[in-house]
């Protein structure tokens, strides 16, 4: 099927393609190609590419020259397979159409089933069928989804008269509708189109097959897939195929289903089939939570079922054997015979993942490499999440279904819009629904869990929430959700709008309040998997911690030492910042070091426990950073408390305060710039780092301490520092008759420091670049700021990520390489890493193996992702493979 106008080929029968094409035929058709190849069975059909999807889009938004003419020609291959002619009045021929991306994105484009049907073809299928009632059915089905989908006709237009329908019939079910009632709601259906359109609904099949395929082009730039492609860093210039495939109904009867299944449960990885079907339904009733679906193994029970069932199980286990990973499947069972409408890659939560990579190498189907490749930093995010305190002792207020594992609180809103704003703000929210839809989605990546009252485990809501690592808890009935009010009621108890619950997304639970969450821990599965992880990477993993308690957490979570101590941090413990104030008012440097005197063992003792803590691996301890002002206190009545404390008067303090105030503290008196004319806080702060590490060395300990100097942007800062900091460890070494071996470096957060490297790296041992302010100095950007504008920036392009998040290589990167080539030009063994929030990106980490650097640094909960990340990015993965 080769167009003679343009000698391009927009069309592919099933039959001609293979899961290698999802370039071209999309994810789902590239699926159905290879089910087909490999003899399942599968309804005929063919694929729209994407390219002419992208065409279309590219193109004023008109079909691509020769396309309609293959679409007829794959149609008739649909004929001649089925028997049966599209529009034909006696034996119509009735198709799908569905979208299908190059990457997995459920529910967020269009799909319409039953086209071509008419006033005409639905006596026909009547009498074919003998069945009145579901040809009715699926012609009001296609009314709804056409108007829905290409008119733009909001659905609750079609839904308020089905549900008027019903309360008129007194009935709960849609098939508990008989079909001369069936006739009269497919009327009002065609009614609504004709008030809202001002035109008739088409009743000329081609028609609605070429507006059908136009509008699942058009699907792929609606609100949700935007959503969805930016939450994934997925391209937007890929286009989606359109795949037309012969109608089988299980809607005919008892004898009739359809259903989702996975090969693996999506939720914990366990194995087995695992999923929901519904029987006399279509595909989109299970996906939309309007049914509650049975589990797939009652359909074993079911005598009309049973031989159905049996099939599946064996389908379902070839496909995972032949993709060799678990498989989502959705299928119709039409009159007793199976058929299978898609198989794709499942999406499954952070433990399901990890589980089902390591059963698998277990099972002989992949090895520790493709295991290490096939899990998501995303997924081990999920899986370090807090989770519910198993101390609590609370009984929860109802339970549904346990969706998407994790625990998380918020305050409870209705609306997905509402979400979005609110969660932009930072603030925490619930987003509770009947049921979510495509339309929600936005609203459902602000949220920081889902809660519905309808659906099952392969709903919409648990799918989509699972795919994006949020907590949910589906179909709990025992919710009353009112809409108009702004509240759900269970029993007597009321929950309105902005009250907080928490949801359990592991065990369904749905609590009332804020319920304590405990830290995760790494074991089982994922210690097995990161031990293959370690085999592979060659970069180093550290972790920033400024406690011995996060520093024994970081090791247990798989650290090789500190690359930053914040010693500010323990400034602000306890009382210590009294101490340190006094250091602040101080007028003389006897006074600053009679008030460094008090702080010396408190740090002293905190090095000694992270010391421990890190026993034999490097610990990077930073001097002093942040301007004295942040010490001080900012209101009256705490100034009146530091005056009552200190026996100051509150003027002085005043005073200090208006002297320390800077018009841009960050470029300001700050890191070495304190050391150098403060000379007694570096003296200090080394002799608590030396008498620690001697201490240790005492117990037989091994230490490692790194001495790191901040803010340094001319040689001759580190110069002044490592005088003091050297001098002091000469003194104490001479007073314990031992050495304990150390280095200096310094931060490169400055661009001097970095252009200026081949200079600094005489008197630096290592470099950190800290690239928090580093970033922020080359952008001219302070991140405290940029909240006012980033989102606007990010919304429309100006900047492709946001660059406090994700490295910018173009410009922090080469600052980043520049210091890399002129460090090791003057010293050829210095050690370099990163320690800014950067550190536990793993785009940023690819970057850091691909340049060079020895380690990267991130916070304690963010060492396992570091390790993954450093694996991948030495196998060769790319952005966006996983």
Known sequence: MVSVATGRRWVFLFREGNAQLRDLLGGKGANLAEMTRIGLPVPPGFTVSTRACVAYLQGGRRMPEGLWEEVLEGLRDIEQQIGRRFGDPVQPLLVSVRSGAKFSMPGMMDTIL???????????????????????????????????????????????????????????????????????????????????????????????????????????????????????????????????????????????????????????????????????????????????????????????????????????????????????????????????????????????????????????????????????????????????????????????????????????????????????????????????????????????????????????????????????????????????????????????????????????????????????????????????????????????????????????????????????????????????????????????????????????????????????FPVTIRTLDPPLHEFLPKHEEEIQAMAERLGVSPEAIRAKVQALTEANPMLGHRGCRLGITAPEITEMQARAIFTAALQCAAEGIEVHPEIMVPLVSDVRELMVQREIIDRVARQLFAEAGREIPYSIGTMIEVPRAALTASEIAREAEFFSFGTNDLTQMTYGISRDDAGRFLPYYLEHGIYPADPFQTLDRAGVGRLIEIARDGGRATRPAIKLGICGEHGGDPASIRFCHEVGLDYVSASPYRVPIARLAAAQAALGLREGDV
């Open 114 to 616: 039953n086209v071509g049907l008419t006033d005409e073809t639905v006596l026909g299928l009547a009498a074919m069928t003998a069945n009145e009632r579901f040809a009715y059915d699926c012609y009001r089905r296609l009314i709804q989804m056409f108007g829905k989908v290409v008119l733009d006709i909001p659905s609750e237009r079609f839904e308020d008269a089905l549900d008027e329908l019903k309360r008129e019939l007194g009935v709960i079910h849609d098939y508990e509708i008989p079909a001369e009632h069936l006739q009269r709601l497919v009327q009002a259906y065609k009614e609504i189109v004709q008030q809202a359109t001002g035109t008739p609904f088409p009743q000329d099949p081609f028609e609605q097959l070429r507006r059908a395929i136009l509008a699942v082009f058009e699907s792929w730039n609606n609100r949700r897939a935007i959503d969805y492609r930016n939450a994934h860093g997925i391209p937007h210039d890929l286009g989606t195929a359109a795949n037309v495939q012969a109608m089988v109904f299980g809607n005919l009867g008892p004898d009739s289903a359809t259903g989702v299944a996975f090969t693996r449960n999506p939720s914990t990885g366990e194995k087995g089939i695992f999923g929901e079907y519904l029987t006399n339904a279509q595909g989109e009733d299970v996906v939309a939570g309007i049914r509650t679906p049975q589990p797939i193994q009652e359909m074993a029970k079911d005598p009309l079922l049973r031989g159905a069932y049996e099939q599946l199980l064996d389908v379902a286990d070839r496909l995972e054997r032949h993709y060799r990973d678990m498989q989502d499947l959705e299928f119709t069972v039409e009159r007793g015979k199976l058929w299978m409408l898609q198989t794709r890659t499942g999406k499954r939560t952070g433990r399901a993942a990890v589980k089902i990579a390591v059963d698998m190498v277990h099972e002989g189907l992949i090895d520790p490499r493709e295991a290490v490749l096939r899990v998501s930093p995303d997924h081990l995010d999920q899986l370090l999440h807090p989770m519910l305190d198993p101390s609590w002792k609370g009984e929860p207020l109802a339970k549904g279904l346990p969706a998407s594992p994790g625990a998380a609180s918020g305050k409870v809103v209705f609306d997905a819009d509402e979400a979005k704003v609110l969660g932009d703000r930072g603030e925490a929210v619930i987003l509770v629904r009947l049921e979510t839809s495509p339309d929600d989605f936005h609203g459902m990546l602000a949220a920081r869990g889902i809660l519905t009252a309808r659906g099952g485990m392969t709903s919409h809501a648990a799918v989509v929430a699972r795919g994006i690592g949020k907590p949910a808890v589906v179909g709990c009935s025992a919710l009353v959700v009112d809409y108009e009010r702004q509240e759900f009621r269970v029993g007597d108890v009321v929950v309105r709008r902005g009250d907080v619950i928490t949801i359990d997304g592991s065990t369904g639970a749905v609590l009332l309040g804020e319920v304590p969450t405990i830290p995760p821990s790494v074991g089982g599965d994922l210690a097995e998997l990161l031990d293959w992880a370690d085999q592979f990477r060659r970069l180093r993993v550290r972790a920033n911690a400024d406690t011995p308690e996060d520093a024994a957490k970081a090791r247990e979570l798989g650290a090789e030492g500190i690359g930053l101590c914040r010693t500010e941090h323990m400034f602000f413990q306890g009382d210590r910042i009294w101490a340190m104030r006094e250091m602040i008012m101080a007028t003389t440097p006897e006074e600053r070091r009679a008030a460094l005197a008090k702080l010396e063992p408190m740090q002293r003792e905190d090095f000694v426990g992270i010391f421990k803590a890190m026993a034999g």
